[in-house]
């Protein structure tokens, strides 16, 4: 099955600085890849998602990079701010199974 | 409604108890799924119900039985759990269960077993 890997494990950042998480996958059918941020005691949610025909998106200060060739993808917060402090998930989709990365503990100080 | 609706949201039932995870969506979504997290754990694929069809069972004890009567609403049936299945269960829902589509989570169940 698909093996998703993701780095860091955490991540501290200051307020107004970049921060870039990163994952692996092993599967190359897999073909959607979502990230989804995760706040203390809340239900995951989708931020940002990038299709393998896609290379790269934007959504205001996020952005995912897709490098098919060497199944890696790239989550992209610019301008942190406190609130972006969360857990993030990188997931890889093949069919109807999606597997999660172990995830990043974001936090972004004042 | 774009909402997946889980219930209860808190249930602590004892080994030889038997329960049931709800869950709801009226998004005309055709895939739903179950996962199951721990606490600082990225959420695990239990099952995948695909145009009401169980298309995945990703080897999960008996103890846990899933069902799903129509389009909108997957159970998760309970007995004799072990207090290592006690975590957050949350449900999810997609439109199209193949094309890669976001998920919706609900809230989640957090499951303690006594």
């Known amino acids: 099955g698909e093996n998703v890997e993701q780095h860091p494990s955490t991540l501290s950042v200051q307020e107004g600085d970049s921060a870039v998480i990163k994952c692996t996958y092993s599967d190359s059918a897999s073909n959607y890849f979502p990230w989804y941020k995760q706040e203390l005691g809340k239900r995951p949610q989708l931020i940002i998602d990038?299709?393998?025909?896609?290379g790269e998106k934007k959504d205001q200060r996020i952005a995912v990079t897709l490098n098919k060739t060497a199944k890696h993808f790239s989550l992209h917060i610019t301008e942190t701010q406190p609130e972006d402090s969360a857990v993030y998930f990188c997931a890889a989709l093949r069919g109807d199974d999606m597997r999660f990365g172990a995830g990043t503990r974001l936090t972004v100080k004042p | 409604d774009t909402e997946v609706t889980q219930t209860p949201k808190h249930l602590v039932m004892g080994m030889t108890n038997k329960k049931s995870l709800k869950c709801e969506q009226h998004m005309g979504h055709r895939a739903m799924y179950w996962y199951k997290q721990k606490a600082k754990k990225p959420p695990e694929l239990m099952f995948v119900?695909?145009?009401?069809?169980?298309?995945i069972n990703e080897s999960v004890p008996s103890r846990f039985s899933p069902e799903c009567p129509n389009s909108s609403l997957l159970n998760l049936h309970l007995h004799a759990l072990q207090p290592e299945d006690s975590a957050l269960y949350l449900c999810?829902?997609?439109?199209?269960?193949?094309?890669?589509?976001?998920?919706?989570f609900g809230s989640g169940t957090r499951l303690t077993v006594v």
């Open positions: 999810a829902s997609s439109q199209d269960p193949t094309g890669g589509g976001g998920y919706t």
């Open positions: 990038i299709r393998s025909n896609v």
């Open positions: 119900y695909s145009y009401e069809k169980l298309s």
